[in-house]
């Protein structure tokens, strides 16, 4: 019986210490992704941070009350919309890109209002009922997006619509072009639930764009005809709070960005 006893406690003993370096490791691991955030990027391969995390240095607003608009809170860009204000409340990189991959990260605070989101198809087409008007689908929404080069047409979409964040929304609708049309219409919705928080992965080279959002290939090679040859990023004030009628619009921009990183090709 003694000698089972000993068996026992020797196993029980193995089996701590292996618990204890599971945790440790695990610890190491942790520890080491968080403080290789930046290493992720390194300058030496021409990666350059856009957001110090800190403050907007290095960005700019068009109008001055965009700046109760904009602010950095717990290390991210936030977003709150609740002043009504006429002009352009985007907020803008002073840096200006020609050609570039850009990632950062994104995430919808929480939906708010009611917005009548139309059903977009594969093609980037809309459902339409027998009359011939869009099938939509009243529901709780927010919206903001990414202008590329500075260009509210070239912009990425970030959104509650079931076609997914990623798409060009000024080249979609509207488009005669089949291909344009397919190109910029995501191939697949790979967004994170609303709180969750969403990275975006973008190349840019000439008029042609690739997006990845959370590892996903949403678009591959669109082309955006006519883009400008270079242009800021600029991150977007879609809708917000209208004070007179105390309510928020469907679209409204509750969002928030962090780890934004530019390489130049």
Not at 39 to 47: L, R
Request: hydrophobic content about 35%; proline content about 5%; overall charge negative.
């Amino acid at each position: 019986m003694k000698h089972i006893s000993h068996q026992s406690k020797s196993r029980s003993i193995i089996l701590n210490r292996a618990l204890l370096c599971i945790a440790s490791l695990s610890l190491i691991l942790i520890l080491g992704c968080t403080s290789s955030d930046n290493e992720a990027f390194p300058e030496s391969e021409g990666w350059v941070s856009l957001f110090n995390g800190k403050d907007l240095t290095g960005w700019g607003f068009k109008i001055e009350g965009a700046k109760e608009i904009w602010s950095v809170k717990d290390g991210v860009i936030d977003c709150e919309p609740i002043l009504k204000m006429e002009g352009d409340k985007n907020i803008w990189s002073s840096k200006e890109l020609k050609d570039f991959t850009l990632h950062a990260e994104w995430r919808l605070k929480r939906t708010e209002g009611i917005y009548n989101t139309p059903t977009v198809l594969p093609d980037g087409s809309y459902l339409l009922d027998s009359d011939g008007e869009k099938v939509t689908t009243p529901s709780p929404g927010a919206d903001s997006g990414i202008y590329l080069r500075g260009s509210s047409k070239a912009q990425l979409n970030i959104w509650t619509w079931p076609i997914g964040s990623g798409e060009v929304y000024g080249y979609r609708n509207n488009q005669k072009d089949p291909l344009i049309r397919a190109g910029v219409t995501p191939k697949v919705n790979a967004d994170n639930p609303v709180g969750e928080w969403n990275t975006f992965h973008v190349t840019l080279k000439g008029d042609r764009l690739t997006v990845d959002l959370n590892g996903k290939r949403v678009l591959d090679n669109a082309q955006l005809p006519g883009i400008p040859e270079s242009g800021p990023i600029v991150l977007q004030h879609h809708g917000g709070y209208d004070s007179v009628k105390q309510e928020w619009n469907g679209a409204s921009s509750l969002v928030q960005f962090r780890n934004i990183h530019i390489k130049e090709l």
